[in-house]
T-cell receptor, first 116, second 114 residues
């Protein structure tokens, strides 16, 4: 079945560092991908919609200059957390939609980001 | 707007007893609903989906859910809990008006006691 690969699975870095997270669709093309954020013991919240070849669409309250999204090909979307601070520590998960509108999505395994 | 409400943040059952995780939805039209499971520090695994076909949906690992329009509910059940079922469960609705992003419920943590 369709697989989404997300890397890295875990990142620990110092405050002020920029961190890039990759999300790849391995056996299908994804013109759209989604980035979610999950704080400990909380649900997933949509951060942004990544669109291949165009600008990402950010949810209200998400800083686009802080969370840079690039979707340069049909199989790769990247999320860069710029100048990360401890409050950016979270679990980030990407997904790609199924073929039809109401079909389930394929999720990456997530990235645990810890900023010291 | 679409939304889902998971009525219990935490459910604890004994191994071998039934599981019931409750979910109510709000939608301006016929929704597509899903249940996902998340084990600690892992991504999400699809358990089952409802997309306007049969109202009783069977999923993986013995889970099933029934879509009840009159009650706007989509509760997840399993006849007999296993220790391996301990995880976080999310009821999810897909966005409306062509929007494909998912809206997640707040999650229910299932604890299975030996």
């Amino acid at each position: 079945g369709a697989v989404v690969s997300q890397h890295p699975s875990r990142v620990i870095c110092k405050s002020g560092t920029s961190v890039k997270i990759e999300c790849r669709s391995l056996d299908f093309q994804a013109t759209t991908m989604f980035w979610y954020r999950q704080f400990p013991k909380q649900s997933l919240m949509l951060m942004a919609t990544s669109n291949e070849g165009s600008k990402a669409t950010y949810e209200q309250g998400v800083e686009k200059d802080k969370f840079l999204i690039n979707h340069a090909s049909l199989t790769l979307s990247t999320l860069t957390v710029t100048s990360a601070h401890p409050e950016d520590s979270s679990f980030y998960i990407c997904s790609a939609p199924g073929g039809q509108l109401n079909q389930p999505q394929h999720f990456g395994d997530g990235t645990r980001l810890s900023i010291l | 707007a679409q939304s889902v409400t998971q009525l219990d943040s935490h459910v604890s059952v004994s191994e071998g007893t039934p599981v019931l995780l409750r979910c109510n939805y709000s939608s301006s039209y016929s929704p597509s609903l899903f249940w996902y499971v998340q084990h600690p520090n892992k991504g999400l695994q699809l358990l089952l989906k409802y997309t306007s076909a049969a109202t009783l949906v069977k999923g993986i690992n013995g889970f099933e859910a029934e879509f009840k329009k009159s009650e706007t509910s989509f509760h997840l059940t399993k006849p007999s809990a296993h220790m391996s079922d301990a995880a976080e469960y999310f009821c999810v609705v897909i966005g409306g008006t062509g929007r494909r992003a998912l809206t997640f419920g707040s999650g229910t943590r299932l604890q299975v006691q030996p």
